[in-house]
């Protein structure tokens, strides 16, 4: 039996953690959160309880196995509470990071730091009650831009036009760098927007980029058949808020108003250009300009460099396969030293950013962890820390991780929050809260023993 680190306790860090720890191992996850579940837990849309419960139980069945151990409220990196070589100073067998990408990817645009403006994965983190963004300022306007064309602008949209408590927008933008044969969103999730779309200014639309989409074989007359079905739906009045595209345009200037919040946008617009079976998007000379007072970015993830691998353009650093260039790679390389970094490995979002959900994570995980398994065979047992070794030394250090103890304690809490509000769940907006509560369950048991 050898001791593994899993840094992260997202889908990808939960079911590396169940492979290696099946496989007879003992295993230490490391987690950011309070919480396991990462974009399982903050990520998938508030409603989908069914989606989210089966996760939870799946998460608790990892963490109830004996040689499976969890420090949460514990960030790993360079100026956190504890690095890559503090964690290495316990001598694991190995370290596998399924940190996802936590960086936040830029548009690089003149304005872009106005008051209004979000990266989706902050907004999403905003309304999903994720620490410390369910406490930060996210307000939205009358008139929103959502940039980009998928799963994530869906759930944004249905947030804002139908499920938000507070802000009540009068229109939804939907800022697209192609065409609408383009749209990467899946059409059962569109189906919860589409009564909000206004068939007449899409009409309009899809008349403006006529000529650019024929010029590369498109047939705005498909569109029923291919991205967007609702059009083979009987015409009527949109549901307000109203939701609206805007196509073959691409962010080039925010501007801001006098109170230093985003008052309008200007978009380049775009021509299409043929690539093999695909199409691209060129910029042309053109410019419009927008009235807007929200805009949220949904342009993708990137890799967080203060996490301390060594990190490219593509993220962290593993070498390609010399027999097989399009082979996934799990182990880290180092371009300084142009060595493996040995026994460190990556999983999930840490290795590739942004591929698929829950399902391609689970099995990028079990492949990253079979690897690991393999890599294990060969390495000598090292008198690695024990866990409890490992957290008398954060104790020391003042530093006040939470156990699997301590989230029993808290599903607790949340269970009593959740019932006393007469409602289904209840979630915990921030870290102290969630302290304060364990503590308080802690004395409550402590008082009836």
Not at 237 to 266: A, D, Q, W, Y
Request: proline share 6%.
């Amino acid at each position: 039996m050898k001791t593994v680190f899993v840094i992260g306790a997202g889908p990808a860090g939960m079911f590396a953690a169940r492979k290696l720890a099946l496989a007879g191992h003992e295993v230490i996850i490391f987690n950011r959160d309070i919480k396991p579940g990462g974009l399982a837990e903050y990520g998938i849309y508030p409603v989908k309880d069914k989606m989210k419960i089966g996760l939870r139980k799946q998460f608790a069945a990892v963490l109830a196995m004996p040689n499976v151990h969890y420090f949460g409220h514990l960030s790993v990196g360079k100026n956190y509470a504890i690095t890559i070589d503090e964690l290495r100073a316990f001598q694991p067998a190995a370290m596998v990071f399924a940190v996802g990408a936590q960086g936040t990817k830029k548009l690089g645009l003149p304005g872009e730091n106005a008051t209004g403006v979000y990266s989706a994965k902050d907004f999403v983190y905003f309304y999903n009650l994720l620490p410390p963004f369910a406490t930060r300022d996210f307000s939205t306007g009358k008139r929103v831009a959502i940039v980009g064309m998928g799963n994530v602008m869906v759930d944004i949209a249905r947030w804002l036009l139908l499920d938000d408590p507070v802000s009540k927008p009068e229109e939804v933008i939907v800022i697209a760098r192609r065409g609408p044969f383009e749209a990467k969103f899946d059409k059962k999730e569109f189906d919860h927007i589409e009564q909000h779309l206004d068939r007449h200014d899409f009409d309009l639309e899809l008349k403006r980029i006529e000529d650019k989409l024929t010029a590369v074989g498109q047939d705005p007359a498909k569109l029923a058949d291919d991205t967007f079905p609702v059009l083979k739906k009987p015409d009527q009045e949109p549901v307000p808020p109203r939701l609206v595209f805007r196509f073959l345009c691409s962010p080039k200037e925010i501007h801001m108003g006098p109170n230093g919040r985003i008052c309008s946008l200007t978009l380049t617009e775009n021509y299409l250009v043929q690539r093999g079976d695909d199409v691209a998007a060129k910029a042309t000379d053109e410019t419009v300009d927008i009235a807007i007072d929200t805009m949220i970015f949904a342009i993708g993830d990137v890799h967080d460099v203060t996490v301390g691998l060594p990190c490219g353009p593509d993220g962290y650093v593993t070498r390609p396969d010399p027999t097989d260039a399009h082979k996934p790679v799990y182990e880290v390389f180092d371009p300084e030293t142009g060595k493996l970094l040995d026994g460190v490995f990556v999983v999930g979002w840490a290795r590739k950013a942004s591929e698929g959900l829950v399902g391609i994570a689970r099995h990028d995980a079990e492949v990253g962890a079979g690897h690991v398994l393999e890599y294990l065979v060969h390495v000598a047992e090292t008198p690695a820390a024990s866990a409890e070794q490992i957290g008398r030394t954060f104790q020391s250090k003042g530093l006040r991780v939470v156990t699997k103890e301590d989230l029993a304690q808290l599903a607790a809490a949340e269970e009593r929050e959740a019932k006393n509000r007469n409602a289904q769940f209840f979630k915990f907006s921030d870290d102290e809260s969630m302290l304060a509560a364990i503590e308080r369950e802690k004395a409550k048991s402590a008082a009836t023993t």
